[in-house]
C-alpha cells in the first residue's frame, strides 16, 4: 500500500482487511557522548517513521555498526540497553538484531508495527485548507554542532537529549483520531525539505508562518558564531526550485529551515476544525511545543512558501 514509490516515511503492507504491516528502517551516528543517551535517541528517531504513519509500533531489530578495536564493549551494552528501554516504552519488543564490524559507530532499529489498513496517515493526503501542526522545536543540527564545540552548557544538553529522545507516539495516536489527513516526522532533510515533500506528494501549496516555527533555545545564537552542518546546504539546494522565503527573514532564521534534525516532531496536515483541539490536547498530555505552524493552500504547482504570520 506504501512503499518506495510513494515516499511514505514507512511501508504498508495488507496483511487483510483489517490488518497491515508498517515498516521501516534508520540508523544514525552518535549524537551525544553518553552512550546510554545515544541509544534511546536513536531508538526514538527510528520508532518515529511509525508514529508518523498513525501506526503503532510491535516489533525492533536492533542494527548497530561497530569499530570494536576503538570502543570498549560495554559502550554497545549501554547504547543496546537506552535502545532498549525506549522500545519498552513504547510498548513493543527487541528480537534480536544484527551487528557488523565498521570504522565508525553507527546505531539504529528496524521497526515492524500495524495499523488499519483503511485509516493510517500518508505524506500525501494534505488539502487546502488544512492547518498544519508541528510537535517538537527545530534546530538540532545546530544544538548537536554546538554541543560537539563544547559550547551547549548542561542544562541545554539536558533539554535537547530529552526532547530528542521524546517519542512521537501521543502525537501519531491523536493526529489518526482527529482525523488528520497527512503527517510526516521531521528529520534529515530539515523543516524545509520535509514540508516541501509533503505539499508535492499532496499537489498542494504550503506556507509556513516563520515567527509560529517552535525553536530552540539558543540556536540563532550558535548561528551567527558560526555554527553549521555539512547537510545544511545540502538540504538548501535540494529544495531550492520549490521554496520563496520572504524577504524580512533574515539569512541566519532562513538556515534554520534547511537545518537536519534528528528524532524531530511530526509536521501534521488537520482540517482547521480540529487542528486548536489538537493542539491543546497535545499541550494537556506533555508535548509543550506543538504549535500551528501554517496553512495548506491551492496552487498550480506544489511549492513552499515561507513567511511571517
Same mark, same amino acid.
Request: proline share 4%; charged share 20%.
Given at each position: ?21 508498517? $515498516? ?31 501506526? =503503532? ?29 525506549? =522500545? ?138 558560526? =555554527? ?5 546546504? +545540502? ?25 537536519? $534534525? ?25 508535548? +509543550? ?5 501554517? +496553512?495548506?493552500? +491551492? ?11
Amino acid at each position: 500500500m506504501a512503499g518506495a514509490e510513494t515516499g511514505d516515511d514507512a511501508g504498508v503492507f495488507a496483511l487483510h482487511e483489517g490488518l497491515a504491516l508498517v $515498516q521501516t528502517v534508520d540508523l544514525i551516528t552518535p549524537v551525544v557522548d553518553d552512550p546510554y543517551q545515544f541509544g534511546q535517541v536513536a531508538a526514538s528517531n527510528a520508532l518515529s517513521d511509525i508514529y508518523a504513519m498513525g501506526a =503503532v509500533p510491535l516489533t525492533a531489530l536492533n542494527v548497530a555498526a561497530f569499530p570494536p578495536d576503538d570502543v570498549p564493549l560495554g559502550t554497545l551494552r549501554a547504547i543496546l540497553h537506552g535502545a532498549h528501554d525506549k =522500545v519498552r516504552e513504547a510498548g513493543a519488543v527487541i528480537l534480536g538484531g544484527h551487528t557488523l564490524n565498521d570504522p565508525a559507530l553507527k546505531f539504529g532499529l528496524s521497526v515492524t508495527g500495524t495499523c488499519d489498513p483503511r485509516a493510517y496517515l500518508s505524506n500525501s493526503g494534505a488539502r487546502p485548507g488544512d492547518l498544519l501542526v508541528l510537535t517538537k522545536p527545530i534546530g538540532t543540527g545546530v544544538l548537536i554542532g554546538a554541543y560537539r564545540s563544547g559550547w551547549l552548557d548542561e542544562d541545554g544538553t539536558h533539554m535537547l537529549v530529552r526532547n530528542m529522545a521524546a517519542l512521537n507516539d501521543i502525537a501519531g495516536r491523536m493526529a489518526l483520531s482527529r482525523e488528520a489527513r497527512a503527517a510526516t516526522d521531521i528529520t534529515g532533510f530539515g523543516l524545509a525539505g520535509h514540508a516541501s515533500e509533503l505539499a508535492g506528494r499532496s499537489a498542494v501549496a504550503i506556507c509556513l508562518w516563520f515567527d509560529k516555527i517552535p525553536v530552540y533555545h539558543e540556536v540563532f545564537t550558535f548561528i551567527e558564531r558560526g =555554527v553549521n552542518t555539512i547537510i545544511t546546504s +545540502e538540504n538548501r539546494r535540494h529544495v531550492a526550485g520549490s521554496i520563496r522565503v520572504a524577504g524580512d527573514i533574515s539569512a541566519t532564521e532562513e538556515q534554520l529551515l534547511y537545518d537536519p $534534525q534528528t528524532s524531530g516532531g511530526l509536521l501534521v496536515s488537520i482540517g482547521s476544525d480540529e487542528a486548536v483541539g489538537y493542539v491543546e490536547a497535545l499541550r494537556n498530555a506533555g508535548v +509543550e511545543a506543538a504549535a500551528i505552524v501554517g +496553512e495548506v493552500v +491551492e496552487a498550480g504547482e506544489p511549492y513552499l512558501d515561507v513567511t511571517r504570520s
